[in-house]
Structure formats: structure tokens, C-alpha cells
């Protein structure tokens, strides 16, 4: 089992910028894929990004390229989001996951999620 904790989020006016961090216990973490996603209300859950398990490989979604970075720490089982330029609708509900597999990731369908954290960004 891997346990998923998400911090970091808040309130933030646009063009600010937020560091999100997702803390692993439990099994291996550094031998997974991770992914962090978003959900608004009344939306579905959506990948921003994700990133392979040493790092060497890193996917952005379209809306948030080169305003997010994805990074991880496999010293310290954690994954980071830096959320740059941030706009009003990059306010959501901002989740990670972990699975072995990369492909269940981002079909939404990894082994662990955590229990997300708030993002709002106001304008």
C-alpha cells in the first residue's frame, strides 16, 4: 500500500505562483509513475501533469504548459508541482496519483490517489 498526501495548496491572485507537494509512505513510491490532476466543480478530473519514476520523463497537459513544473525527490517520497502565472481557472481541486503503471495513471485509473488539496486562484 502507498499512502498520498498533498499539501500546499491556498488562495493566490492571478499571476502568483503555488507549490504543491505529494508526500509517499508505505511501499516503494520511487519506483512509480506519478501524475497530478485537477478537478473544478461540475468537471472532470483532468492530468496536468505527470512525471516517470526517475524523473527523466515529464508530460504536461496543453493549458499548463510552461506555466507548471513537475518534479520529484525520490530521497524524500515526494512529488512537486511549482504552479507558475497562475490563472483563475487554475482554480480546482489539484490531486496526485501513483501507479506502476504509467498508462493507468493517465487513464485515471492508478492503484492510489490522495485526498487532493485546494487550489484558488483569484483575479
Known amino acids: 500500500q502507498v499512502q498520498l498526501v498533498e499539501s500546499g495548496g491556498g488562495l493566490v491572485q492571478a499571476g502568483g505562483s503555488l507549490r504543491l507537494s505529494c508526500a509517499a509512505s508505505?511501499?516503494?513510491?520511487?519506483?512509480?509513475?506519478v501524475g497530478w490532476f485537477r478537478q473544478a466543480p461540475g468537471s472532470v478530473r483532468d492530468i496536468v501533469a505527470g512525471?516517470?519514476?526517475?524523473?527523466?520523463?515529464?508530460d504536461y497537459a496543453d493549458s499548463v504548459k510552461g506555466r507548471f513544473i513537475i518534479s520529484r525527490d525520490n530521497s524524500k517520497n515526494t512529488v512537486y508541482l511549482q504552479m507558475n502565472s497562475l490563472k483563475p481557472e487554475d482554480t480546482a481541486v489539484y490531486y496526485c496519483?501513483?501507479?506502476?503503471?504509467?498508462?493507468?495513471?493517465?487513464?485515471?485509473?492508478?492503484?492510489?490517489w490522495g485526498q487532493g488539496t485546494q487550489v484558488t486562484v483569484s483575479s
Open positions: 508505505g511501499r516503494t513510491f520511487s519506483s512509480m509513475y
Open positions: 512525471i516517470t519514476w526517475d524523473g527523466a520523463y515529464t
Open positions: 496519483a501513483a501507479d506502476d503503471a504509467p498508462d493507468r495513471v493517465r487513464l485515471r485509473v492508478p492503484d492510489y
